[in-house]
């Protein structure tokens, strides 16, 4: 017996036609994938609002000219060792670095570290990009 199961949507036309043009536009093969897609994205962050445990990557655009601005990054992972998980420092160009943070834990830790971070005088940017563990989700 297949694990599949098959169930009729209604929407209105438009709705169908506007869904249609996102779901090429993103490569989707067909209407199924892309339903699965928005179900497992709404359950990823039903993990985050119940505080499972998440994995995600923080990335910063930073000077690394900034005094101090490295030691003052380094020093706040090592305060959050239980969720970083790897750092990635790329140079970008003579002024710019580009550190991505590999993180794994609780989401509210997880966007604590990512505010921490982002705030520092010398980040230029910074973004928190969470995804599940994939435990929960099929």
């Not at 119940?50 to 990557?57: D, M, N, W, Y």
Request: proline share 1%; glycine share 6%; aromatic share 6%.
């Amino acid at each position: 017996m297949s694990n599949l199961f098959r169930f009729g949507v209604s929407l209105e036309k438009e709705l169908l036609e506007k869904f249609d043009k996102l779901i090429n536009e993103r490569n989707y093969p067909n209407r199924s994938e892309a339903f699965r897609d928005l179900i497992r994205q709404e359950l990823v962050k039903e993990e985050w609002r119940e505080g499972k445990e998440v994995a995600g990557a923080i990335t910063l655009i930073y000077n690394h000219h900034k005094r101090e601005l490295l030691d003052k990054l380094t020093d706040i992972q090592h305060d959050f060792q239980k969720i970083v998980l790897s750092t990635q420092h790329i140079h970008l160009d003579h002024n710019n670095c580009l550190e991505i943070i590999a993180v794994k834990g609780n989401p509210k830790e997880v966007k604590k570290l990512s505010d921490t971070l982002r705030s520092i005088k010398g980040v230029k940017h910074g973004t928190l990009s969470m995804s599940s563990t994939g435990r929960d989700i099929i």
